[in-house]
């Protein structure tokens, strides 16, 4: 009966994930919070609410509180009843993102972050920014900031086609 019962969690904590991995990102539709890395764990507790970990971006980030009721809203419609719990430690980073999701960054238009983040690209110092349109490395950073405060602004001068590119934290 008590593996059962865990194994009864178990199946509702992966439905959650699921479920809550399928929301998207308010700022850049094409990706779900799993692709970006944002969503974290999810655990059901003792009176079986499900409890899903999220993890913002950058502190501050606006799109969390949307993120979260979007969450809460699919697991409602799910048949779930679930929470959302902010987790600022450890602090999220572009390396949780998945490979499809930089692909989908690259398809919708936005250059994605380097593979795996480095104390030098915090500071832009290893930049090389493909074009996400003709994939020329021929490129400018024109902004520090972009549409929002995780892109910045850039053009390729190849096809001379300005991009936002995903900030490498």
């Not at 194994?7 to 994930?17: G, I, P, S, T």
């Not at 809203?73 to 987790?87: N, T």
């Not at 490979?99 to 290893?126: M, N, T, V, W």
Request: glycine residues 8%; contains cysteine.
């Amino acid at each position: 009966m008590v593996a059962a019962l865990a194994l009864d969690r178990e199946r509702l904590r992966q439905h959650a994930l699921s479920v809550a991995g399928e929301v998207p990102d308010p700022e850049i539709p094409v990706l779900s919070i799993a692709d970006l890395g944002v969503l974290r764990d999810a655990r059901v507790t003792e009176s079986g609410q499900v409890e899903v970990d999220i993890t913002p971006t950058y502190s501050g980030c606006p799109a969390m509180n949307m993120i979260a009721l979007n969450i809460e809203a699919a697991l409602a419609e799910a048949g779930i009843d679930g929470r959302v719990k902010l987790v600022l430690s450890p602090a999220w980073t572009t390396d949780w993102m998945t490979q499809e999701g930089r692909e989908k960054l690259r398809a919708y238009g936005i250059a994605p972050p380097a593979p795996k983040a480095s104390r030098r690209g915090l500071f832009g110092l290893d930049e090389e920014v493909a074009c996400p349109r003709c994939g020329s490395t021929a490129t400018e950073k024109l902004s520090e900031f972009g549409s929002t405060a995780c892109k910045s602004l850039w053009r390729c001068t190849a096809c001379r086609e300005p991009f936002d590119h995903f900030k490498c934290l």
